[in-house]
């Protein structure tokens, strides 16, 4: 998805008055326009990657948040954090499953630490929990 995608769904939110949605959505589209004008002052265009990197770090900065409301007993702003979570996870592509990735690394000639990480990283960017990778390279 780019920004204008973003854009529109944020629109259907608004008509559909779901505040949380259109909050979690303000916040997401800022930081893709951000990226953007970051990407365009070096020359290149923003990556369906970098959509997916800045997804998955609004989700992580929104469940640290969680967290400190958790403490505070802010129920309902913990609730309404909850919900933004989820409408930003929606967007996320689906991550490879702990078997998936264990039949990776079984397909892998060089079976070292360095090599699978960088491999992963390499192919699978965005669609792989790389501390996920970690353990089931431990686990072999």
Partial sequence: ??????KKVKIEAMKAKDKDAVT???ALINKLMLAGIEKKAVGETLADEDVVK?????????TEERECFVKAGREETVASLD???ETVKRYLPK????DEIK???????????PTVMKHFKANYA???????????????
């Fill in 1 to 6: 998805m780019n920004i204008d995608d973003f």
């Fill in 24 to 26: 979690a959505l303000n």
């Fill in 54 to 62: 800045i997804l998955q770090k609004t989700v992580n900065e929104l």
């Fill in 83 to 85: 919900r933004q979570i």
């Fill in 95 to 98: 991550l490879l499953s702990a």
């Fill in 103 to 113: 039949d990776i690394i079984l397909g892998l000639e060089d079976k070292t630490m």
């Fill in 126 to 140: 965005g669609k792989v929990d790389m501390k996920l990778v970690g353990e089931v390279l431990r686990s072999l």
